[in-house]
C-alpha cells in the first residue's frame, strides 16, 4: 500500500486552515494543462507513446527547482485503494484515477509532487500542472504553479498556438489552460436560500460551480467549487483578478447571510448546529453525505462563534478522513463491508471531537 | 405558587426508580373510586353539596392513621399553572385539575396526600383514592390504598349494593371501583413491530392500554399504561392477581424483543440509542414529544447495558421535569411562550445529562 506519511504532510496542506479567510474558504487551486508538441493527445495516444511522454516529463521536472525533489506515484501500478486515496486528497483527477465505473487507469498515469506543487502526467492533457493552498491564496497558489510551468517550459516544448495558446485535448482549456477554484463552504446562503441567486448571478459572469471533487461531483455540506469557465481570449491576470473579485463578494454575501440569521433566528440556528455536533459526538454509524452535512452545521457553528474549542483544521481533516477509502485502509487492507465503513466513519469522527474537546478543556 | 416541596419526595417517590423491574416498569398505580351514600354524585351535585363533602371526607381522614397528617391541597383555589403541575406529577387527574379545555375546575375539587396515598375529593365519584408505587408493585400499591379505603370506610357510609358492589359515577367502574396500573417502557416491542400483536391479546384478556395521562392520553416515548378495563363481577384479588401475570408476560415478551433487536441488529441499536443521547446532550429546543421519545431511545440503551452511567432515576425525572408546566413554573410565574419553554426544555436535559456524566465520570 502507498505511504502517504511520505509525502509533504501526507498531501494535505491545504487543509491545514492557515490560509486567509479558511473560515468559509478551505482552499484554492490552481491548475494549468498543457501538452507536448508533436504527440497525439491523452485520449487517443498509445502506451507507448504514454510511457515516452511519462519520461519525458521526469527527466525535464529533475532539472526543475520546484519539482527536482518529487516523488513519483505511478497510478497505472497502484491498486484502486490506493488510487482513490489520492483522490480524496485532491492530488489526482478522478479521471486520471480511473475512478469512473465505466473507465481504467491507463498505461503511464503518473503524479510528479513536491510540497503543494503536483504534476499529473497523462491525465487528459499530457501535463497538468495543479497548486493547492489553504484558504483563498489565488495569487500565492498561482505563482508556485506558475514558477513550475515556466521552468518546464525551457525544458519541454509545450502544444502553443500564437493566436489560440495552449493546445489542449478538450477545447474548453485551450488559451491559457489555467483553471482557478476555490473551495468555499456557504451554509449562510443555503440557510436563506440565496444560494441559486448567487450561482445564477456567478454563471452570468463566466463563473460555474462544482461540488467538492470537482467535474460532476455533487454539492454535499454546502461546499461549492466556484471557478472560471473559459480560458479563452484572456490574460491569466484576468481571469484570476476576475475570480477574486467575485469569490470576494460570495464572501460578502455569506457574511450577511449569516448576520441575518443571527438575527432573525438566533435560537433556531444555535439548535441546529448543536444538533449537528451532539450527532457527530455520539453517533455509531454516518454516511458520508450525512457526515458533511453535519459537519457544515458544525463548521456554522464555529464560524459564529456559537461552538468553541474546535479547529477548522481538525474539521478539515475530517472532511479527508471520513471519506470511504482513507476508512477502508484504516484498519490495513482487506475487504470491508459499507456497513463497517460507517461504522469506522462514526468511530473517527467521534474520536476526533472527543480529543478536541480534550484539548479544549 | 404552590410549594410542591411540601409533599413528601414532592409527590414523586414513584419515580425513584427503587421498586422491582424499574428499568421497564415505572409505576405502579392502584385507583379506588368510592361516593357517599345518600348524595348526589359528583356530576350532577351543587356547589354546596360538594363543599360538605370536601367537610365529611377531611373530617374522616384526621381520623385515619394513613391520612391524619395529609396535606390539603384546595385546586379550585389553585391558579391553572399549579394544578397542571400537580397533574404532571400523576397527583391529580386531568378532570378534577379542570385541565381540558372544555371544563374548569369545579368548586370543593381537593386532593389529600400524606406519602404515596393521595385522595382526590370531589372528582368524577366523590372519593378517589390512589396509591402510587415505583416499578411494578401491585401488592404493596394495593395493601397501602387498601388499608386507607378500610379506615375511611369506617367513618364514612360509602354507597355500596350488595349485589353489585360499590356504586360510581361512570357504570364502567361500579363493582371494586379499582383500576390498577402500571406504566411500562416497551421499546422493544414497538422497535419489532409486535407491539400491536400483544395490545391485541391483552385487550382479549379485559385490559386495556393509555398513554403516560392515563385517559384519552396518547402513547408518547412508547409508555404503555396497562390497566384492567371492567371491575364488576371479580374481586380485588382476581383482577390484581390477573393484571399482574398479564404484565409479568409483557415484560418477558418485551426481554425477549430486546434480545433479538441486540442480536439481529446490534449496530443499528447502538446508533440510535447514542443519537438519541448526542441530540439530548447538545440540542438547543426541545419539544415534549421529541424529548420522551429521544428519552426512549436512551432509556433502551441504559436497559442494554450500552450506555454506562446514566441513572434511571435521573431518566424518569425528566419525564416529570420537562412538562410544559414544570418548565414555565422553573423560572417564577409569568408568560412563557411555547418557545420558551422548548428552549428551557433542552437546557433543563442537557444540565441533567451533563450533571450525570459528571457523577459517572
Known amino acids: 500500500m502507498i505511504d502517504l ?38 485520449v487517443r495516444n498509445s502506451a507507448g507513446e504514454r510511457e515516452e511522454i511519462l519520461t519525458e516529463v521526469r527527466a525535464a521536472a529533475e532539472d526543475v527547482e520546484p519539482l527536482d525533489h518529487a516523488m513519483l506515484i505511478r497510478l497505472d501500478q497502484l491498486p484502486q485503494l490506493d488510487r482513490q486515496l489520492l483522490h480524496e486528497r485532491h492530488l489526482v483527477s478522478k479521471d486520471i484515477a480511473g475512478l469512473d465505473p465505466a473507465s481504467r487507469v491507463r498505461a503511464g498515469s503518473a503524479l510528479l509532487v513536491q510540497n503543494d506543487i503536483g504534476v499529473m502526467v497523462n491525465e487528459q492533457d499530457h501535463l497538468r500542472l495543479q497548486g493547492l493552498k489553504s484558504g483563498f491564496a489565488l495569487e500565492a497558489a498561482y505563482d508556485g504553479v ?18 489560440f495558446g495552449y493546445l489542449t485535448s478538450c477545447p474548453t482549456n485551450v488559451g491559457t489552460g489555467l483553471r482557478a477554484s476555490v473551495l468555499i463552504h456557504l451554509p449562510g446562503l443555503v440557510l436563506t436560500k440565496e444560494i441559486s441567486k448567487v450561482l445564477q448571478g456567478l454563471s452570468q459572469v463566466g463563473l460555474t460551480f462544482r461540488g467538492l471533487y470537482g467535474e460532476g461531483s455533487e454539492v454535499v455540506g454546502n461546499y461549492f467549487q466556484l471557478s472560471n469557465q473559459t480560458t479563452l481570449g484572456k490574460s491569466e491576470f484576468d481571469l484570476l483578478d476576475h475570480l477574486g473579485k467575485m469569490v470576494q463578494q460570495v464572501i460578502t454575501y455569506e457574511e450577511q447571510a449569516r448576520q441575518v440569521l443571527l438575527r432573525d433566528a438566533p435560537s433556531v440556528i ?36 456559537l461552538v468553541p474549542g474546535l479547529s477548522l483544521y481538525a474539521l478539515n481533516k475530517l472532511l479527508v478522513h471520513t471519506q470511504p477509502a482513507h476508512l477502508m485502509a484504516s484498519d490495513g487492507p482487506g475487504e470491508v ?25
Chains 1, 2 share one sequence.
Open 270 to 305: 444555535e439548535d441546529k448546529v448543536w444538533r449537528a455536533y451532539g450527532l457527530l459526538r455520539y453517533a455509531r454509524s454516518l454516511s458520508f453525505e450525512e457526515t458533511m452535512n453535519l459537519l457544515s452545521g458544525v463548521r456554522l457553528g464555529v464560524g459564529l462563534s
Open 5 to 42: 506519511s511520505l509525502l509533504s504532510d501526507g498531501g494535505m496542506g491545504w487543509l491545514d486552515a492557515s490560509g486567509p479567510h479558511s473560515d468559509l474558504v478551505l482552499s484554492t487551486r490552481i491548475r494549468l494543462a498543457r501538452n507536448l508538441a508533436g504527440r497525439v493527445f491523452g
Open 337 to 361: 463491508s459499507g456497513v463497517e465503513v460507517a461504522i469506522r466513519r462514526a468511530a473517527y469522527v467521534r474520536q476526533t471531537l472527543e480529543e478536541e474537546a480534550g484539548r479544549a478543556a
Open 146 to 163: 506558475n514558477d513550475a510551468d515556466s521552468e518546464l517550459g525551457q525544458r519541454l516544448a509545450f502544444a502553443f498556438h500564437p493566436e
